[in-house]
């Protein structure tokens, strides 16, 4: 017999054919996210789950006996309880690699838009402000030939490296748990240690994942030592920095501006403090969002919960369920 799994969203039909020609589906496709008491109750058959970003924790894993494997298309797994998972005897795929350059593409589109002020800028023309030449005004900073501090040199932070190194001619710093010396040799960067980083960039970008030790670690302290000219850049999860020092870094001129993509609580609320500076250019988490690349990440998504299911090691389990 196929096992049963259960989709939150619907998919690109051919990912839809694959996963059907293994599984029996049962595919979510209200538009809206599903609420808690109907997803435990569709769960309450599955093996497996494929989702992006729902969070796994005890409650869900009860209503859910059968589950076996919980697929997320997105590299970033933070929403999972792993401990928990663990317990019921679940395991957890996510679909790094096919995004890595979809996200530095929009990391780079958050620098250039916060530094050259495209978002502010272009409400200037549409609202019909823009009545002489370009004053002063209108000024921004330069990407090209400044210092880039990465926070975080995963694949996507080398990817970011690559485009700042070679196609924008900029100093290239990073800050990583382990050293890695192949990427300092491919794109000329140099190692620092945070604090100096924070206060040597002209960018500072957030990449590393959402862990125990990431959370909150850009903070009062950390604004402070940074640049006044800095521009903040998290690309990661809203949450490794804490957005109450973030405001104040940008009411008080600590910093000059922000590009997010990522924030604490999402959707963000229309009315967050964050949003009435006009120096922070923010996104609705769209880091990976091209057709192309969600299309390949739902289709690793569906080959993991696939191969988990008929008792193969998926491509791409969560590091910490390797055994
Ligand atoms: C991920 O895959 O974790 C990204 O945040 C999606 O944009």
């Not at 496709?29 to 569709?42: A, N, S, V």
């Not at 030939?145 to 694949?155: D, E, S, T």
């Not at 491919?186 to 500072?204: G, H, I, Q, W």
Request: aromatic share 8%; charged share 25%; with cysteine.
């Amino acid at each position: 017999m196929k096992p049963h799994v259960f989709v939150d969203r619907p998919l690109a039909p051919e990912v839809e054919q694959s996963l059907a020609a293994h599984c029996t589906l049962d595919i979510w496709t209200d538009g809206d996210t599903i609420p808690r008491d109907e997803l435990h109750r569709r769960l309450s058959n599955a093996e497996g789950f494929l989702t992006a970003g729902r969070r796994i924790d005890a409650a869900l894993l009860e209503a859910a006996p059968k589950l076996r494997a919980v697929s997320t298309i997105s590299v970033g797994y933070n929403h999972f309880d792993i401990d928990a998972m663990k317990r019921f005897g679940v395991i957890g795929t996510h679909t790094p690699y096919v995004l890595d350059e979809t996200v530095a593409d929009l990391t780079f589109a958050l620098m250039l838009g916060a530094a050259r002020r495209v978002a502010e800028l272009d409400h200037y023309v549409r609202e019909g402000k823009w009545k002489r030449g370009d004053g002063e005004q209108l000024f921004g900073v330069d990407v090209h030939h400044a210092v880039l501090g990465i926070i975080g040199m995963g694949r996507i932070g080398e990817a970011v490296a690559k485009r700042a190194r070679f196609g924008f001619d900029m100093t290239v710093q990073y800050y990583n748990r382990s050293r890695k010396p192949d990427a300092e040799q491919r794109y000329e960067a140099t190692y620092a240690e945070l604090d100096e980083l924070l206060a040597t960039s002209d960018f500072v970008v957030m990449l590393a994942p959402l862990t125990e030790e990431t959370k909150d670690m850009i903070g009062r302290e950390q604004f402070a030592k940074m640049k006044a000219s800095a521009i903040y850049i998290n690309v990661s999860r809203g949450a490794t920095v804490d957005e109450d020092a973030l405001i104040d870094a940008l009411e008080n001129g600590v910093i000059r501006g922000a590009g997010l993509d990522v924030y604490k609580q999402e959707p963000i609320d229309g009315s967050h403090p964050l949003l009435r500076f006009p120096n922070v250019l923010a996104l609705p988490h769209i880091g990976s969002a091209t057709t192309k690349t969600r299309i390949d990440m739902a289709k690793a998504a569906a080959n993991n919960l696939i191969a988990a299911l008929n008792g193969e090691t998926p491509p791409y389990l969560v590091p910490e369920f390797r055994s």
